[in-house]
């Protein structure tokens, strides 16, 4: 089972781009989503996660740029991106800690397959 990441491309410096990640329905049950990114010569990191409450985390060079949000409806989570900036280049990958059997799991860990964001100067 895979997570279905979209919405990436190439902005200028600036732009905006918003990231999807639709979720199976096989998945019942999400505990927390998180997007991640691997930007050229650094390891991955998490950028956002959002709980199964709703309060969100971001890490600092994001924040007040990058917003998270979960449509419970959709099984959709999204990652608007405003005032993009070149070292936010690099590919985004969402992840979600998810259940098939309910909210009493057990829960694994699920990834989509990654979505390439690429910034100009």
Known sequence: VQLQACGGGLV???G????????????NAVNNMQWWRRTPGKQREKVATIGSGGGVYYID????RFTLS?????NTGYLQMNNLKPE???????????SKHGSLGPYD?????????????
């Open 12 to 14: 200028e410096a600036g």
């Open 16 to 27: 905006s781009l918003k990231l999807s990640c639709e979720v199976p329905q096989s998945i």
């Open 61 to 64: 060079s994001v924040k007040g």
């Open 70 to 74: 979960r449509d419970n409806a959709k």
């Open 88 to 98: 936010d280049t690099g590919v985004y990958y969402c992840y979600v800690l998810g």
């Open 109 to 121: 860990d699920y990834w989509g397959q990654g979505t390439q964001v690429t910034v100009s100067s």
